[in-house]
Structures are given as C-alpha cells and as structure tokens.
C-alpha cells in the first residue's frame, strides 16, 4: 500500500490519495523541521484530499498517514 501525492513537485494545490484498503485514520504533513503544518482525520469513505499548500514555503514536506499501527509516508516537494 502506498501513500500517492500529485502533482509532484506542487505549487499551489496538491491531492493526497489513500490505499482502497485505508480505514479510519490521520492525514498529516511535516515541514522539514518535523513542524506540522496541517492534518484531517480521514475516514474509509473518503481516499482523496485536497491539500492547501499555496501558503506554504517552497521546500520539502512529509506527507503521513496514520491508522493504529499503520504508518505511509511519502515526500512532497513545494516550489513556488
């Protein structure tokens, strides 16, 4: 199961999207001082996030999802 984030470098919007197996669980992103600069509790309904990164410094971000015991993570590059 991966954690997918497109478009990949990103400037003003991104969408994170879930593994079909995801259940409940937490959508979080990292700068890359490990400062969280935004999460939403995810549900198994909904795979598909919107992330509002136009605020955002350029710069390399942690993307993570969390459920119990389950950590994805993957890397997302913001250039403006």
Same mark, same amino acid.
């Given at each position: &199961? $991966?954690?997918?984030v497109? &478009?990949? &470098? !990103?400037?003003?919007h991104?969408? /994170? #999207?879930l &593994?079909a197996? !995801?259940?409940d669980? #937490? +959508?979080? /992103?990292?700068?890359r001082f490990?400062r969280?600069?935004? =999460? $939403? @509790? @995810? %549900? !198994?309904?909904q795979?598909w996030? %919107? +992330?509002p990164c !136009?605020?955002?410094?350029?710069?390399i971000?942690?993307? =993570?999802?969390?459920?119990?015991n389950?950590r994805l #993570? @993957?890397? +997302?590059?913001? %250039?403006l």
């Amino acid at each position: &199961p $991966e954690l997918e984030v497109f &478009p990949n &470098p !990103a400037a003003d919007h991104c969408t /994170v #999207q879930l &593994p079909a197996h !995801a259940d409940d669980g #937490q +959508l979080q /992103v990292f700068d890359r001082f490990g400062r969280l600069v935004w =999460q $939403e @509790t @995810t %549900s !198994a309904e909904q795979l598909w996030f %919107s +992330l509002p990164c !136009a605020d955002w410094q350029s710069g390399i971000y942690t993307v =993570q999802w969390l459920n119990g015991n389950v950590r994805l #993570q @993957t890397r +997302l590059i913001i %250039s403006l």
